[in-house]
């Protein structure tokens, strides 16, 4: 498979078609396998996939450690195409509490130079504050960015859950590659006014939770059991009544699928590839099965009829439950 590429804005790399998620491999959904994570890294990068994406909070630390093995141990061909998406400032506890966001000039560098360490690269491609810190001014927190550009510890700088305001606010302090924001079939808000605005000063997307955290892969049962440290035991969508609305929604797009003869999984992801060349899915793929199906997608062509039967299946706002709890929506400047 020739992997196909786009580029994340006007200023930003050329990057796969599709990127790999690691966030997932780290604890977030349950326990992981740390020797199939790294196999699955090592298979996206030999299927021509480039940007991997991850947090320095994912596991607080673990991720980036868990990049780093797998970068030292990839063919250096490969190791030296992959380009490193790292978001920062989620502040958490040694228990795992989710405690706020550290956007100050000061921590953005304190962070920057810790992920350094873990990942072991003299650079990262792509460095983004996880969510807004509401008591600092963007302007502030990327213009601290611009100075690691400056420096040669960045190459470009990215945005994560902010919406039309604070885009253009953070565009005008310097250049932005793109945004990294939730967007799915059951996840279409920022066609709103995100998108336009994106669009208007030459910004792309990666575009992450494209099938909803499993939601609708196709692959989630109602009666599945999930464990405690699962993020989407505690997630709206995935509780009682929503998630019986919400897998009612898999089933009309299950029929689709069948149809065309392909997963669920795979036409959820065409559809977001669909949306535009300025839009670069993440997959979440914590296996090498799972990342094998997820890259069939770059093999669906979904026509005009085929994306109506898609959007009639699965209308704009037809999910039940919001994508993350109360608490943490309130967080989100890309809701506001």
């Not at 997307?205 to 909803?212: D, F, H, M």
């Not at 609305?245 to 590839?273: C, D, F, M, P, Y």
Request: proline residues 4%; contains cysteine.
């Amino acid at each position: 498979m020739t992997m196909r590429t786009r580029t994340l804005g006007t200023t930003g790399p050329q990057v796969s078609a599709l990127g790999l998620g690691c966030m997932g491999m780290s604890g977030m959904y349950g326990e992981t396998d740390r020797a199939e994570s790294i196999a699955t890294i090592h298979a996206a990068l030999e299927a021509g996939v480039t940007l991997l994406d991850t947090g320095d909070f994912y596991g607080m630390g673990h991720n980036e450690l868990l990049i780093n093995e797998a970068l030292r141990t990839a063919p250096p061909a490969l190791r030296e195409n992959a380009l490193l998406s790292v978001k920062f400032g989620s502040l958490r506890d040694p228990d795992g509490a989710w405690s706020g966001f550290d956007g100050r000039p000061a921590a953005v560098k304190n962070f920057a130079a810790y992920s350094l360490q873990r990942l072991g690269v003299d650079h990262i491609d792509v460095y983004r504050p996880s969510r807004l810190d509401p008591q600092v001014p963007i302007e502030e927190t990327v213009g601290a960015i611009a100075e690691l550009v400056e420096k040669g510890w960045v190459r470009h700088i990215g945005l994560s859950e902010v919406g039309a305001d604070t885009i253009r606010r953070a565009a005008a302090t310097a250049p932005i590659a793109d945004l990294q924001i939730e967007y799915a079939l059951i996840s279409r808000s920022p066609e709103r006014e995100i998108l336009p605005t994106l669009r208007e000063l030459g910004i792309s997307v990666t575009a992450y939770g494209v099938l909803s955290r499993g939601l609708i892969s196709g692959h989630l049962t109602a009666d599945r059991q999930l464990a405690a440290n699962d993020f989407r035991a505690h997630s709206p969508r995935f509780q009682g009544e929503n998630l019986q609305h919400n897998l009612t929604l898999v089933e009309s797009l299950r029929k689709i699928a069948e149809q065309k003869g392909v997963t669920v999984a795979q036409i959820a992801i065409a559809w977001v590839l669909s949306r535009g060349d300025d839009i670069v899915p993440l997959i979440g793929a914590r296996t090498r099965e799972r990342l094998g199906e997820a890259l069939g997608a770059l093999d669906v062509t979904l026509d005009a009829a085929d994306l109506a039967a898609v959007e009639d299946a699965v209308p704009a706002d037809a999910a039940a439950g919001q994508r993350y709890a109360a608490p943490l929506m309130a967080m989100l400047d890309s809701e506001r």
